[in-house]
C-alpha cells in the first residue's frame, strides 16, 4: 500500500497540489474572460498584478510544509496497515 518511495509521494503530493492550484487560477481567469473584462483587467482584479504568482508559490511553499510537518505520520500510518 502507498508509495513505496518517498521522492514519489513528494512529487506526486506536490504536483497535484500545484496541478490544482494552476487549475483554479485558470478558472479565475476564465470567469474573467465571460464577464467581459480584458486580461490587463483579470490580471489586476485583487490588485496585484502578481496575483497567479503568488497564489501559486504559496501553495508550493505550503506543500512543503505540509510535507514536513506529516511525513513522520504518513509513514506511521503506512506502518500500522502492514
Request: proline share 1%; charged share 20%.
Amino acid at each position: 500500500m502507498g508509495l513505496p518511495r518517498r521522492f514519489w509521494l513528494v512529487i506526486l503530493s506536490i504536483s497535484i497540489i500545484l496541478s490544482l492550484a494552476a487549475a483554479y487560477e485558470i478558472i479565475e481567469w476564465m470567469a474573467a474572460i465571460i464577464a467581459g473584462r480584458t486580461t490587463k483587467d483579470c490580471l489586476g482584479t485583487q490588485g496585484d498584478i502578481w496575483d497567479s504568482q503568488w497564489d501559486m508559490s504559496l501553495s508550493f511553499a505550503g506543500s512543503l510544509i505540509a510535507y514536513g510537518l506529516l511525513f513522520r505520520f504518513h509513514d506511521h500510518q503506512l506502518e500500522r496497515l502492514r
